[in-house]
């Protein structure tokens, strides 16, 4: 197998190396020094509508429940806390089955249309209008099955559907037995141009159902929408579905396992939608070999239990660059998209700290990806003072000439209790210019706000955070995802409903910067479809760097003072300011600053310049 890039940030370097048989791979690069330790959060009071609230740099401005049909007490499970409490737990379920399994009704993600908030489901998914301010229900589907992943493209809306348990009718009597012809794992495909009215009108059956799905335009034809579908559970019997089969590939070549499935969705025909290619994104570019990066199991003294390098949980695509970052259980890789419907691999990186590849999410400039650990797999408690702070943490790379090269971790900086499942999840950018911003769901551990504009030095900037919902028993509850959507950030929390927070100042967020921010605006937005961000010449976005410049203390005073009238004359509607000798006194201060600072007064001086 081949190690590229790895950030290997404990003694597990020098153990994976000297073990695994390299011939070459990066020196290993350092992670930076963080501690997790007690703060507001920490202690909050528990409840399931009463816990205890801390916030920093937001506010909480709506929280609503789950609309009828998809919460019931029952379904908060309390999980067991030691090996006999397991014991006990096991038997229970065995001899006396809950009404519901775990997670049968929890949010899961979420997509924007048309002014509409889409909130996934594993019982189904809802509508929220949020074009006036407070979400309004508008829409609810209860269509059993998890995941419940949710991602819209005009009047279609595309569901992940990944248990056993999932109809195809939608219905709510459980598909059971090995072999079900009612059973559906896959995509489903929804019309959902009459909201009083949804229908599915197409449903891809896939060999390992769908655990996450993401849409990707065809680069040359506006008719056609592809879907790569991530799924991470076992292979069906090929007696119910022809095409799958299962097993290690040095046994079976054609196994179901080490690919994802590319769904190819004509818009004019959505009903016909189809698999239309499985590629081997894993082999070995060398020797064709199907399973051909991280194997699994413990790299290292110091490392831990890594997953197997099968399938993809998340992808996130960047047209703009023809680019995908795929978070797929033992590695990070980077696909070429420009033939979407024949991604191939170009780079991947590994860490032995990094148990599980969970979801990747681009900046802006698309120079650098966090990719997310997701240790424990969501249900336990992974954010305890003293749980390692690189496990269970956001990985932040940078991309260079198409690769990758990890730079550093980055955890939840606050110690949460043992009975809050806590570890990094799905998050977005917020549109900032001049920084890379980041707003990101830990579960119980709430939401976080993370600059990663210095990728080696990533820092938690605002923060939400509530008390466990049950402060005796760990219930699994908190931010699945927490995403920016039209200058407000939605979170779908999976046990208390929806909550909408706002950004407010701070002396680590201007004003300004929030204003320009708020002020980016789409019809359409699917977190893992990401589109580039572009601000229009304006003297807020001038403000803008004048704030961050001002807080970096980075330009010397006069100069700073000189920055400020040019903006100020400019916002006031006086004549440009903005003389030639301005200008380049920032480009050659530019010169002498660190990378982020340096970047800030470029993109100063040629706003300026154009005002100019």
Not at 327 to 336: K, P, R, T, V
């Amino acid at each position: 197998m081949t190690i590229r890039r790895p950030l290997l940030s404990s003694a597990a370097a020098l153990c994976l190396l000297m073990g695994a048989g390299v011939a070459a791979a990066q020196a290993p690069v350092a992670a930076s020094p963080q501690t997790i330790q007690a703060d507001a959060r920490s202690a909050l009071t528990g409840g399931l509508r009463d816990a205890g609230e801390s916030a920093s740099g937001l506010a909480l401005e709506h929280a609503l429940a789950p609309p009828p049909g998809f919460f019931d007490p029952e379904a908060l499970i309390p999980l067991p806390g030691n090996e006999e409490e397991a014991r006990a737990f096991a038997a229970r379920m065995r001899d006396n089955p809950p009404r519901y399994g775990l997670l049968a009704l929890a949010n899961s993600d979420m997509a924007v249309s048309d002014g509409k908030l889409f909130v996934g489901n594993f019982n189904g998914f809802n509508a929220y209008d949020i074009s006036s301010g407070e979400p309004k229900l508008v829409m609810s589907v209860v269509c059993p099955g998890g995941q419940g992943d949710v991602s819209v493209h005009g009047n279609l809306l595309f569901m992940s559907v990944e248990q056993n348990r999932a109809r195809l009718d939608c219905g709510t009597t459980e598909a059971t037995g090995e072999v079900n012809a009612e059973r559906f794992r896959g995509v489903r495909i929804f019309d959902i141009s009459d909201l009083n009215a949804p229908r599915q009108i197409a449903a891809v059956q896939t060999c390992r159902g769908s655990h996450t799905h993401t849409l990707v335009p065809d680069p040359s034809d506006a008719n056609v929408l592809y879907i790569y579908n991530s799924a991470t559970s076992g292979v069906r019997k090929t007696d119910e579905l022809g095409i799958c089969s299962d097993g290690q590939p040095d046994a079976n070549a054609e196994t179901a396992l080490y690919s994802i499935d590319v769904i190819k969705v004509p818009l004019d025909a959505p009903e016909t939608a189809a698999i239309v290619n499985r590629p081997r994104i894993f082999a070995d570019r060398e020797t064709g070999q199907i399973a051909g990066l991280w194997q699994g199991g413990k790299a290292g003294v110091s490392g831990q239990r890594t997953a197997q390098t099968n399938h993809c949980h998340d992808i996130t695509v960047y047209p703009e660059q023809s680019l995908a970052a795929g978070a797929c259980s033992g590695n990070g890789i980077l696909l070429d998209i420009s033939d979407p419907q024949n991604p191939a691999r170009i780079d991947d990186i590994f860490d032995a700290d990094m148990a599980y590849w969970h979801s990747a999410t681009f900046n802006n400039a698309g120079d650098k990806i966090v990719f997310t650990d997701e240790w424990g797999g969501g249900t336990s408690a992974r954010c305890r003072a003293e749980d390692p702070a690189n496990w269970g943490a956001n990985l932040v790379a940078n991309l260079k000439d198409r690769q990758l090269e990890g730079q550093s971790f980055h955890k939840l900086p606050s110690a949460q209790g043992r009975t809050e499942n806590c570890v990094a999840h799905n998050g977005s950018i917020i549109p900032v210019p001049g920084r890379d911003l980041m707003v990101q769901a830990w579960y119980q551990g709430g939401i976080s706000i993370m600059d990663f504009t210095d990728a080696a030095r990533p820092v938690e900037i605002a923060y939400f955070d509530r008390g466990p919902i049950n402060p005796e028993r760990l219930v699994v509850g908190g931010s699945w995802s927490a995403y920016w959507f039209n200058g407000r950030i939605y979170s779908s929390e999976i046990a208390r409903g929806l909550d909408v927070l706002k950004l407010v100042p701070s002396d680590q967020l201007s004003a300004a910067e929030i204003a320009v921010a708020e002020a980016v605006m789409a019809e359409e937005i699917n977190p893992q479809t990401q589109r580039r961000i572009s601000w229009s010449d304006s003297p807020e976005v001038a403000q803008v760097y004048l704030d961050q410049l001002s807080r970096s203390a980075a330009v010397d005073a006069a100069l700073l003072t000189q920055a400020r009238t040019a903006v100020d004359q400019w916002a006031t509607g006086g004549s440009a300011a903005s003389s030639a000798e301005l200008i380049a006194a920032l480009n050659a201060a530019a010169e002498k600053a660190a990378a982020p600072d340096a970047a800030r007064m470029k993109a100063l001086a040629e706003l300026l310049q154009r005002r100019a």
